[in-house]
């Protein structure tokens, strides 16, 4: 990520972009073509006026769309390249897709099935690789779905997605949000969802969209439409195939419960027929450790997401652009390491040493506590080690007790110098985290 100051001068963005033409604009932000002068390719600029967004309190859906665009590398999701920010905006650098929204191609009739096939296809590969990293996009529509010059299908804004750690207790998510025709009748009731249950459900009216040409539930109504999504009230037309008919009717099942998974989408019939082979994205590393989550420990390392990885590279430090803390007042410390987690509780003890600290360790966590009164009591710190990978570790450093300026104060004098030569980031060498 880049941190920039200038404002845009003479339709030059920061000295770098180029901007030309309004594509589109919403509530907080708008969107621009720009062109980037180094190396000449074209982007589509989000620009985000920081002020309005903190103002109404979705600084956290703001840096929740960064996070996983960030991790979101494959062939049917937008890129997002770069993202900078200024005092008062926040800009976004993303794949500047020609073709236009999926939603135009619809506006003008239904679409053959060989074409809806493909489409719909792209789209399934594409949620697929999200809820595989635990992302749920939550406003799946055809106004979403971008299609670029050779008709290729690309899923954009997940300004409302939700990440694993946006579960509560019970396991489920409790935000209602999405689109209301597109959105599943669990999401509705407001008694807690699935995420992929309810992506599943907004895939399948945007198949019996692109078959039929008009939407399954639609009514001038809303609380009418609401009480026809909640009891799956809809009819195909007779144009649709049989198998067509089947797969549209398992997806738009109002028991989430009994609701066909994706892993079952993809072994349908309809589903299969004229499969291209599967493109599969090339990842970064960091990013790729994900998958290696269930090495982890128990519950703390599956809600270890691939935010907390992102934030592990000053790169992509995202607390610079919301400004939700001040610099003293922060109360952890993470960063990745390819040692051993023996070496990791060794550096923690020998720190312990200089200040007369008392220790207590196991395998994967270490805890310091000092022994002299401070401003606030006698310093405590927890060190958890979560194992992502077979060589790749995540250190999580907090305060347990005591007072958050000693703490911070003991983190950049005596922490931070001991890890130097064993923290792992991905853009800058061994450096420690701010």
Not at 8 to 26: A, D, F, I, N, P
Not at 69 to 86: D, T
Not at 246 to 266: C, E, F, G, Q, V
Not at 282 to 290: L, Y
Request: net charge positive; charged share 25%.
């Amino acid at each position: 990520m880049t941190m920039a100051t200038e404002e845009t001068c003479g339709g030059v963005l920061h000295g770098k972009y180029e901007l030309g033409r309004l594509l589109g604009h919403g509530t907080f932000a708008k969107v621009y073509y720009a062109r980037n002068l180094e190396s000449g390719r074209s982007v589509a600029m989000k620009i985000v006026g920081k002020e309005k967004v903190i103002k109404v309190g979705m600084m956290e859906q703001v840096k929740r769309e960064i996070s996983v665009m960030k991790m979101m590398h494959h062939p049917n999701i937008v890129e997002l390249h770069e993202v900078m920010a200024s005092k008062s905006k926040i800009y976004f650098a993303m794949e500047f897709v020609r073709g236009g929204e999926l939603f135009a191609k619809i506006a003008k009739g239904r679409l053959k099935e060989e074409l809806a096939r493909s489409y719909f296809q792209q789209l399934i590969s594409a949620i697929d690789f999200c809820h595989s990293r635990c992302v749920y996009h939550r406003d799946l529509k055809p106004e979403n779905l971008l299609l670029d010059e050779d008709g290729n299908l690309k899923v954009t804004d997940f300004g409302l997605s939700a990440l694993s750690d946006h579960l509560r207790q019970d396991g489920l998510l409790h935000t209602t949000c999405g689109t209301p025709a597109y959105v599943a009748p669990e999401v509705i009731g407001k008694k807690g969802y699935d995420g992929a249950k309810a992506d599943i459900w907004s895939c399948g009216v945007i198949l019996y969209v692109l078959l039929a040409g008009y939407l399954p539930f639609q009514d001038d109504n809303i609380v009418a439409m609401y009480r026809r999504i909640y009891r799956g009230d809809f009819k195909c037309p007779p144009w649709l195939s049989p198998e067509a008919r089947k797969l549209i009717t398992k997806m738009l099942d109002p028991n989430p419960s009994s609701r066909i998974s994706i892993a079952k989408i993809m072994e349908s019939s309809w589903f299969k027929k004229s499969l291209p082979k599967r493109l599969r994205a090339k990842e970064e590393q960091e990013f790729a450790v994900m998958d290696a989550l269930s090495l982890g420990k128990g519950k703390e390392a599956q809600s270890f997401n691939a935010f907390h990885i992102i934030s592990l590279s000053e790169g992509f430090d995202l607390s610079p652009l919301f400004e939700e803390k001040k610099r003293d007042e922060k109360e952890e410390l993470r960063f990745a390491t390819m040692r051993p987690a023996s070496s990791v509780i060794s550096t923690l003890e020998e720190v312990a040493k200089t200040k007369n600290f008392s220790v207590k360790k196991s395998d994967s966590c270490v805890r310091l506590q000092g022994v002299e009164n401070g401003r606030k009591g006698k310093l405590g710190i927890a060190a958890d080690i979560f194992s992502v990978g077979p060589s790749f570790l995540v250190v999580e450093v907090k305060k347990s007790s005591g007072d958050t300026l000693e703490y911070n104060q003991f983190c950049s004098k005596e922490l931070r110098p001991a890890l130097k030569d064993i923290v792992w980031t991905s853009t800058t060498g061994n450096s420690v985290p701010a």
